[in-house]
């Protein structure tokens, strides 16, 4: 099983690696992310899984399909470690996805697992510590080769944290150390072999993470 590295303090070796059972994901929570991609605005949050073998440390380029490849897309999102149906944890994640392949399946009318949840579709930077009085006060930003591409926060979320949580509590069991993934802002795109990607996640002014991947 996949892990990820749950930081008790802001000194790295202070760490402790925790199992998530599955990646919950939130699709279409900020405005402008929805237009960029020509969808709909949604009422309700719009929920899909990704599987503990989604989980990666490592950003690729890249994945086979069939008999060829497809570029892989980034989605920067602020995502949440849980516990007993509470946020304990916040870190940096990129939800990777297969664009082509999703049009297709949504075209059809098909379920989106092929374009998001295989192996390496979630690359996550370690977490830190956040009390729930101060998620509100998150926000990521991520530069590609010293250009910020995505910057956001709970504060442009249609859907904020407490109301997803419950959205999925309401039909899913949220097993302790749990992933949430709560959508991403505009300025989402393809991954290139050689980008440098920088993740950080801040409390207002103060910066709690910043991860550092060489797509491959």
Known sequence: MNTVSYHLSKAPEAQTDVTPSKVICIGRNYVE???????????????????????????????VVGGGSEAHHYESELSFLVKQQKIYAVGFGLDLTRRQTQQQLKEKGLPWERAKAFDGSAVFSHFVPVSPENVGKLWLRLTINDVVMQQGGVDMMLFKPDTFINEVAAFLTLEDNDILMSGTPKGVGAVQVGDCFIGEVFLGEERLIRQQWLAV
């Open 33 to 63: 992310h929805a237009k960029e991609l020509g969808n709909a605005i949604p009422s309700t949050p719009i929920i899909f899984l990704k599987p503990n073998s989604s989980i990666c440390s490592q950003l690729k380029a890249q994945g």
